[in-house]
Protein backbone atom coordinates (compact mmCIF):
# COMPACT_ATOMS: atom_id res chain seq x y z
CA UNK A 1 0.00 0.00 0.00
CA UNK A 2 1.09 3.40 -0.68
CA UNK A 3 -0.04 6.84 0.36
CA UNK A 4 0.03 9.98 -2.35
CA UNK A 5 -1.24 13.75 -2.01
CA UNK A 6 -4.20 13.91 -3.64
CA UNK A 7 -5.04 16.65 -6.07
CA UNK A 8 -1.21 17.21 -6.61
CA UNK A 9 1.01 15.92 -8.95
CA UNK A 10 1.91 12.46 -7.65
CA UNK A 11 -1.94 11.57 -8.59
CA UNK A 12 -3.95 12.07 -11.88
CA UNK A 13 -7.63 12.26 -10.47
CA UNK A 14 -8.56 12.01 -13.75
CA UNK A 15 -7.82 8.42 -14.13
CA UNK A 16 -9.37 7.87 -10.52
CA UNK A 17 -13.38 7.31 -10.44
CA UNK A 18 -15.63 6.75 -7.24
CA UNK A 19 -17.40 3.88 -6.63
CA UNK A 20 -20.08 2.54 -4.29
CA UNK A 21 -17.52 0.69 -2.27
CA UNK A 22 -16.66 1.26 1.29
CA UNK A 23 -15.09 -0.35 4.40
CA UNK A 24 -14.65 1.04 7.85
CA UNK A 25 -11.12 0.44 9.87
CA UNK A 26 -11.91 0.79 14.56
CA UNK A 27 -9.18 3.60 14.22
CA UNK A 28 -8.88 5.56 10.61
CA UNK A 29 -12.63 5.59 9.76
CA UNK A 30 -14.90 4.70 7.32
CA UNK A 31 -12.98 4.47 3.45
CA UNK A 32 -14.12 5.64 0.11
CA UNK A 33 -13.09 3.90 -3.05
CA UNK A 34 -11.55 4.44 -6.37
CA UNK A 35 -11.29 2.64 -9.37
CA UNK A 36 -8.18 3.05 -11.86
CA UNK A 37 -8.95 3.55 -15.80
CA UNK A 38 -6.34 3.17 -18.25
CA UNK A 39 -6.24 3.20 -22.05
CA UNK A 40 -6.54 -0.88 -21.81
CA UNK A 41 -7.86 -1.84 -18.36
CA UNK A 42 -9.00 -0.51 -15.10
CA UNK A 43 -8.67 -2.12 -11.52
CA UNK A 44 -11.78 -1.88 -9.24
CA UNK A 45 -11.87 -0.40 -6.03
CA UNK A 46 -7.82 -0.55 -5.90
CA UNK A 47 -7.22 3.24 -4.84
CA UNK A 48 -8.84 4.53 -1.45
CA UNK A 49 -8.86 7.67 1.17
CA UNK A 50 -10.73 8.61 3.91
CA UNK A 51 -12.89 11.81 3.29
CA UNK A 52 -13.37 12.03 7.35
CA UNK A 53 -10.58 10.00 9.10
CA UNK A 54 -10.86 9.96 12.93
CA UNK A 55 -8.37 12.04 15.46
CA UNK A 56 -6.14 9.29 15.70
CA UNK A 57 -5.44 9.43 11.49
CA UNK A 58 -5.69 12.96 10.45
CA UNK A 59 -2.58 12.68 8.73
CA UNK A 60 -3.82 11.24 6.21
CA UNK A 61 -6.61 13.34 5.58
CA UNK A 62 -6.36 14.37 1.60
CA UNK A 63 -4.42 11.46 0.52
CA UNK A 64 -5.00 8.29 -1.43
CA UNK A 65 -3.99 5.08 -0.83
CA UNK A 66 -2.83 2.95 -3.83
CA UNK A 67 -2.94 -1.20 -3.19
CA UNK A 68 0.28 -2.63 -4.27
CA UNK A 69 1.29 -6.33 -3.74
CA UNK A 70 4.05 -6.57 -0.85
CA UNK A 71 5.15 -8.63 2.12
CA UNK A 72 1.65 -8.75 3.92
CA UNK A 73 0.20 -10.27 0.79
CA UNK A 74 2.30 -13.13 0.43
CA UNK A 75 2.95 -13.95 4.06
CA UNK A 76 -0.84 -14.38 3.92
CA UNK A 77 -0.85 -16.50 0.79
CA UNK A 78 2.37 -18.45 2.74
CA UNK A 79 -0.35 -19.12 5.72
CA UNK A 80 -3.19 -20.13 3.26
CA UNK A 81 -1.17 -22.42 1.35
CA UNK A 82 0.19 -23.98 4.46
CA UNK A 83 -3.66 -24.56 5.95
CA UNK A 84 -5.10 -25.62 2.31
CA UNK A 85 -8.16 -23.89 3.84
CA UNK A 86 -8.91 -20.76 5.49
CA UNK A 87 -12.16 -19.44 7.47
CA UNK A 88 -12.59 -15.52 7.86
CA UNK A 89 -12.04 -16.10 11.60
CA UNK A 90 -8.35 -18.00 10.76
CA UNK A 91 -8.31 -14.90 8.17
CA UNK A 92 -8.50 -12.69 10.91
CA UNK A 93 -5.71 -14.18 13.36
CA UNK A 94 -3.49 -14.24 10.29
CA UNK A 95 -4.04 -10.46 9.22
CA UNK A 96 -3.90 -9.30 13.14
CA UNK A 97 -0.65 -10.04 13.17
CA UNK A 98 0.47 -8.95 9.39
CA UNK A 99 -1.34 -5.20 9.96
CA UNK A 100 0.47 -5.15 13.74
CA UNK A 101 3.90 -5.86 11.58
CA UNK A 102 3.07 -3.21 8.79
CA UNK A 103 1.22 -0.17 10.65
CA UNK A 104 3.51 -0.92 13.95
CA UNK A 105 0.92 -0.47 16.19
CA UNK A 106 -1.48 -3.47 17.66
CA UNK A 107 -3.82 -5.02 15.71
CA UNK A 108 -7.10 -7.60 17.25
CA UNK A 109 -8.02 -9.80 14.83
CA UNK A 110 -11.65 -8.74 15.52
CA UNK A 111 -10.54 -5.27 13.78
CA UNK A 112 -9.62 -7.37 10.83
CA UNK A 113 -12.94 -7.10 8.86
CA UNK A 114 -14.69 -9.12 5.96
CA UNK A 115 -13.56 -6.39 3.54
CA UNK A 116 -10.05 -6.73 4.66
CA UNK A 117 -10.41 -10.65 4.11
CA UNK A 118 -11.53 -10.79 0.97
CA UNK A 119 -9.15 -8.39 -0.48
CA UNK A 120 -6.66 -10.28 0.61
CA UNK A 121 -8.35 -13.24 -0.89
CA UNK A 122 -8.61 -11.96 -4.09
CA UNK A 123 -5.17 -10.58 -4.07
CA UNK A 124 -3.78 -14.07 -4.04
CA UNK A 125 -6.52 -15.73 -6.23
CA UNK A 126 -4.42 -13.29 -8.62
CA UNK A 127 -1.20 -14.11 -7.42
CA UNK A 128 -2.04 -17.65 -8.59
CA UNK A 129 -4.18 -17.88 -11.22
CA UNK A 130 -1.26 -18.16 -13.74
CA UNK A 131 -0.48 -21.36 -12.10
CA UNK A 132 -3.42 -23.02 -12.96
CA UNK A 133 -4.78 -22.98 -9.11
CA UNK A 134 -7.63 -21.00 -8.35
CA UNK A 135 -9.42 -20.05 -4.91
CA UNK A 136 -12.71 -21.25 -4.42
CA UNK A 137 -15.08 -21.16 -1.63
CA UNK A 138 -17.51 -23.17 0.16
CA UNK A 139 -19.80 -23.39 3.19
CA UNK A 140 -19.22 -26.13 5.61
CA UNK A 141 -22.10 -28.39 5.61
CA UNK A 142 -22.17 -28.49 9.34
CA UNK A 143 -20.60 -24.91 10.47
CA UNK A 144 -22.32 -22.78 7.68
CA UNK A 145 -18.64 -21.45 8.46
CA UNK A 146 -17.71 -19.61 5.11
CA UNK A 147 -14.35 -21.82 3.68
CA UNK A 148 -11.70 -20.64 1.09
CA UNK A 149 -9.09 -23.44 -0.17
CA UNK A 150 -6.50 -23.39 -3.21
CA UNK A 151 -7.93 -25.80 -5.61
CA UNK A 152 -5.82 -27.04 -8.76
CA UNK A 153 -7.88 -25.74 -11.27
CA UNK A 154 -6.28 -28.51 -14.66
CA UNK A 155 -5.07 -31.43 -12.75
CA UNK A 156 -6.38 -34.40 -12.36
CA UNK A 157 -7.74 -34.09 -9.27
CA UNK A 158 -7.23 -37.49 -7.47
CA UNK A 159 -3.27 -37.20 -7.98
CA UNK A 160 -2.97 -34.04 -6.17
CA UNK A 161 -3.14 -36.11 -2.82
CA UNK A 162 -0.34 -38.47 -4.11
CA UNK A 163 2.73 -35.72 -3.42
CA UNK A 164 3.88 -37.17 -0.38
CA UNK A 165 2.44 -40.73 -0.64
CA UNK A 166 3.37 -44.40 -1.60
CA UNK A 167 1.40 -45.73 -4.84
CA UNK A 168 0.39 -48.39 -2.15
CA UNK A 169 -1.49 -45.72 -0.08
CA UNK A 170 -2.57 -44.11 -3.34
CA UNK A 171 -4.43 -47.27 -3.84
CA UNK A 172 -5.73 -47.05 -0.06
CA UNK A 173 -6.66 -44.05 -0.48
CA UNK A 174 -8.95 -44.81 -3.42
CA UNK A 175 -10.46 -47.82 -1.74
CA UNK A 176 -11.75 -45.46 0.69
CA UNK A 177 -13.47 -43.20 -1.32
CA UNK A 178 -14.70 -46.11 -3.17
CA UNK A 179 -16.08 -47.51 -0.41
CA UNK A 180 -17.67 -43.76 1.22
CA UNK A 181 -19.60 -43.75 -2.49
CA UNK A 182 -19.92 -47.15 -3.26
CA UNK A 183 -20.75 -49.52 -0.36
CA UNK A 184 -21.47 -47.00 2.15
CA UNK A 185 -23.90 -45.35 -0.14
CA UNK A 186 -26.79 -47.10 -0.93
CA UNK A 187 -30.80 -46.27 -1.63
CA UNK A 188 -31.37 -47.37 2.04
CA UNK A 189 -28.09 -45.73 3.71
CA UNK A 190 -26.47 -42.85 1.69
CA UNK A 191 -23.68 -42.68 4.36
CA UNK A 192 -20.62 -41.50 2.42
CA UNK A 193 -18.32 -42.10 5.31
CA UNK A 194 -15.92 -44.72 6.67
CA UNK A 195 -15.80 -45.44 10.73
CA UNK A 196 -12.34 -45.75 12.19
CA UNK A 197 -12.44 -49.79 12.05
CA UNK A 198 -14.22 -50.28 8.65
CA UNK A 199 -11.22 -47.98 7.30
CA UNK A 200 -8.86 -50.77 8.57
CA UNK A 201 -10.36 -53.86 7.55
CA UNK A 202 -8.28 -55.92 5.68
CA UNK A 203 -11.13 -55.58 2.33
CA UNK A 204 -9.63 -51.56 2.38
CA UNK A 205 -6.02 -52.46 3.37
CA UNK A 206 -5.84 -55.07 1.44
CA UNK A 207 -3.81 -55.30 -2.03
CA UNK A 208 -5.70 -56.05 -5.74
CA UNK A 209 -3.86 -59.44 -6.80
CA UNK A 210 -1.62 -58.62 -9.83
CA UNK A 211 -1.09 -55.80 -11.91
CA UNK A 212 -3.37 -52.77 -11.41
CA UNK A 213 -4.02 -48.91 -13.09
CA UNK A 214 -2.21 -46.25 -10.76
CA UNK A 215 -3.95 -42.99 -10.97
CA UNK A 216 -1.55 -41.62 -13.28
CA UNK A 217 -1.67 -44.32 -15.96
CA UNK A 218 1.36 -46.75 -15.06
CA UNK A 219 0.80 -50.12 -13.80
CA UNK A 220 1.41 -51.39 -10.61
CA UNK A 221 1.23 -54.29 -8.25
CA UNK A 222 -1.06 -52.97 -5.28
CA UNK A 223 0.12 -54.92 -2.21
CA UNK A 224 -1.91 -53.04 0.10
CA UNK A 225 -0.81 -51.02 3.76
CA UNK A 226 -0.30 -52.18 6.97
CA UNK A 227 -2.35 -51.04 9.69
CA UNK A 228 0.18 -48.54 10.97
CA UNK A 229 1.02 -47.08 6.97
CA UNK A 230 -2.85 -46.89 7.11
CA UNK A 231 -3.10 -44.98 10.22
CA UNK A 232 -0.35 -42.82 9.43
CA UNK A 233 -1.78 -41.74 6.06
CA UNK A 234 -5.36 -41.02 7.40
CA UNK A 235 -3.97 -38.85 9.64
CA UNK A 236 -2.36 -36.98 7.19
CA UNK A 237 -5.14 -36.81 5.09
CA UNK A 238 -6.83 -35.09 7.80
CA UNK A 239 -4.16 -32.52 8.56
CA UNK A 240 -3.64 -31.87 4.91
CA UNK A 241 -7.63 -31.07 5.16
CA UNK A 242 -8.67 -33.92 2.74
CA UNK A 243 -10.34 -35.96 5.12
CA UNK A 244 -12.65 -35.01 8.38
CA UNK A 245 -12.72 -37.52 11.04
CA UNK A 246 -15.75 -36.72 13.55
CA UNK A 247 -16.11 -37.23 17.42
CA UNK A 248 -17.54 -40.33 16.84
CA UNK A 249 -14.89 -41.67 14.77
CA UNK A 250 -15.90 -41.16 10.65
CA UNK A 251 -13.98 -40.67 8.06
CA UNK A 252 -15.77 -38.41 5.41
CA UNK A 253 -14.47 -35.97 2.59
CA UNK A 254 -13.45 -32.43 3.70
CA UNK A 255 -14.96 -29.55 2.40
CA UNK A 256 -11.70 -28.74 0.70
CA UNK A 257 -12.37 -32.45 -1.19
CA UNK A 258 -15.35 -31.91 -2.13
CA UNK A 259 -14.88 -28.71 -4.21
CA UNK A 260 -11.43 -30.42 -5.80
CA UNK A 261 -13.11 -33.72 -6.26
CA UNK A 262 -16.61 -32.66 -6.97
CA UNK A 263 -16.67 -32.87 -11.12
CA UNK A 264 -14.33 -36.22 -10.24
CA UNK A 265 -16.74 -37.89 -8.16
CA UNK A 266 -20.24 -36.91 -10.30
CA UNK A 267 -18.24 -38.75 -13.47
CA UNK A 268 -16.96 -41.80 -11.74
CA UNK A 269 -19.98 -42.07 -9.49
CA UNK A 270 -23.22 -41.41 -11.28
CA UNK A 271 -24.21 -42.94 -14.54
CA UNK A 272 -24.07 -40.96 -17.18
CA UNK A 273 -26.71 -42.30 -18.78
CA UNK A 274 -29.37 -42.66 -16.43
CA UNK A 275 -32.38 -40.94 -16.41
CA UNK A 276 -32.97 -37.81 -15.09
CA UNK A 277 -35.04 -39.37 -12.13
CA UNK A 278 -33.12 -42.23 -11.55
CA UNK A 279 -31.34 -42.55 -8.13
CA UNK A 280 -27.97 -41.44 -8.40
CA UNK A 281 -25.06 -41.68 -5.76
CA UNK A 282 -23.75 -38.24 -6.10
CA UNK A 283 -26.25 -35.23 -5.45
CA UNK A 284 -26.65 -31.55 -4.60
CA UNK A 285 -28.85 -29.84 -2.53
CA UNK A 286 -31.96 -28.61 -3.79
CA UNK A 287 -31.95 -25.34 -2.06
CA UNK A 288 -28.36 -24.27 -2.41
CA UNK A 289 -27.01 -26.61 -5.20
CA UNK A 290 -24.11 -27.76 -3.58
CA UNK A 291 -22.59 -31.02 -3.00
CA UNK A 292 -24.40 -33.49 -0.76
CA UNK A 293 -22.80 -35.52 2.07
CA UNK A 294 -24.65 -34.58 4.89
CA UNK A 295 -28.09 -33.72 5.57
CA UNK A 296 -31.61 -34.95 4.92
CA UNK A 297 -33.47 -36.70 1.92
CA UNK A 298 -36.92 -37.69 0.76
CA UNK A 299 -38.89 -40.08 2.26
CA UNK A 300 -39.38 -41.84 -1.40
CA UNK A 301 -36.05 -43.61 -1.69
CA UNK A 302 -35.95 -44.04 -5.27
CA UNK A 303 -36.43 -39.59 -5.31
CA UNK A 304 -33.03 -37.65 -5.71
CA UNK A 305 -33.98 -34.90 -3.59
CA UNK A 306 -32.00 -34.29 -1.07
CA UNK A 307 -31.30 -30.75 1.14
CA UNK A 308 -28.80 -29.63 3.42
CA UNK A 309 -29.88 -29.09 7.65
CA UNK A 310 -28.77 -25.65 7.47
CA UNK A 311 -30.55 -24.93 4.17
CA UNK A 312 -34.32 -27.06 5.54
CA UNK A 313 -35.28 -24.46 7.44
CA UNK A 314 -35.27 -21.30 5.22
CA UNK A 315 -36.14 -23.68 1.97
CA UNK A 316 -39.45 -25.01 3.65
CA UNK A 317 -40.11 -21.89 4.86
CA UNK A 318 -40.11 -20.24 1.13
CA UNK A 319 -42.55 -22.59 0.00
CA UNK A 320 -45.31 -22.86 2.79
CA UNK A 321 -45.13 -26.27 2.85
CA UNK A 322 -42.93 -29.21 3.78
CA UNK A 323 -43.07 -31.35 0.67
CA UNK A 324 -40.25 -32.61 -1.44
CA UNK A 325 -40.38 -30.29 -4.83
CA UNK A 326 -40.23 -33.15 -6.84
CA UNK A 327 -42.15 -35.90 -5.93
CA UNK A 328 -44.56 -34.10 -3.38
CA UNK A 329 -43.89 -36.86 -0.71
CA UNK A 330 -44.66 -35.27 2.80
CA UNK A 331 -41.10 -33.97 4.33
CA UNK A 332 -40.92 -35.37 7.60
CA UNK A 333 -36.63 -34.51 8.11
CA UNK A 334 -36.22 -38.10 9.96
CA UNK A 335 -34.45 -39.59 6.87
CA UNK A 336 -30.74 -38.62 7.10
CA UNK A 337 -27.52 -38.31 5.05
CA UNK A 338 -24.11 -38.93 6.24
CA UNK A 339 -23.13 -40.72 9.51
CA UNK A 340 -26.98 -39.95 10.93
CA UNK A 341 -27.72 -42.79 8.08
CA UNK A 342 -26.81 -45.49 10.89
CA UNK A 343 -26.48 -43.72 13.94
CA UNK A 344 -30.10 -42.23 13.89
CA UNK A 345 -31.46 -46.15 13.23
CA UNK A 346 -32.98 -47.91 16.37
CA UNK A 347 -31.01 -51.00 15.67
CA UNK A 348 -27.40 -48.34 16.10
CA UNK A 349 -29.09 -46.52 19.47
CA UNK A 350 -30.45 -49.98 20.79
CA UNK A 351 -26.63 -51.30 21.12
CA UNK A 352 -25.45 -48.36 22.37
CA UNK A 353 -27.22 -48.53 25.24
CA UNK A 354 -26.80 -51.92 25.67
CA UNK A 355 -23.13 -51.17 25.78
CA UNK A 356 -23.70 -48.17 27.98
CA UNK A 357 -22.81 -45.65 25.18
CA UNK A 358 -19.36 -47.09 24.55
CA UNK A 359 -18.52 -47.04 20.96
CA UNK A 360 -20.64 -49.60 18.64
CA UNK A 361 -18.87 -52.51 16.81
CA UNK A 362 -18.17 -52.94 13.43
CA UNK A 363 -20.97 -55.62 12.89
CA UNK A 364 -23.33 -53.31 14.49
CA UNK A 365 -22.40 -49.95 12.98
CA UNK A 366 -21.85 -51.32 9.07
CA UNK A 367 -24.04 -51.14 6.24
CA UNK A 368 -25.24 -54.63 5.94
CA UNK A 369 -23.13 -56.44 3.02
CA UNK A 370 -26.31 -58.15 1.71
CA UNK A 371 -28.23 -55.10 1.55
CA UNK A 372 -25.66 -53.96 -0.54
CA UNK A 373 -25.48 -56.94 -2.76
CA UNK A 374 -29.57 -56.78 -2.88
CA UNK A 375 -29.70 -53.15 -4.12
CA UNK A 376 -26.96 -54.06 -7.21
CA UNK A 377 -29.09 -56.70 -7.89
CA UNK A 378 -32.22 -54.36 -8.21
CA UNK A 379 -29.81 -52.15 -10.03
Not at 14 to 38: F, N, Q, V
Not at 125 to 150: G, L, N, W
Not at 285 to 290: D, H, M, R, S, T
Not at 306 to 334: L, M, Y
Request: charged share 30%; glycine share 6%.
Amino acid sequence: MKWLKAMSTSVNMEMLSKTSHGTSCPWKGRAAYYTIKTDKTEFKNSAWYYPAPFEKATNIKDYVAFWQYNDGNRAFLQALMARGTMTFKQGQEVLSTIFTIQEERETAPDQVTQEDFDSYISAAADKISPFDYEIRTTVHQFTKEKISAIVNATSDPITQMATTRTQEEMFFVRRMIDAMFETYNTRRREVMGVTSMQALERKITKGVSGARQSEGGEQGADKGVTNDQAEKCLNGLVAEGWFERSKEGWYTLSPRALMELQTWLVTEYNDEDADAEDWQRIKFCEACKGIMTVGRRCGDLDCNVRVHDICQEAFFNSRGEKKCPRCQTKWDGKLFVGQRAITSTDEYLKGKRRSGGARKSQVEVEVDEEEVADEDEDE
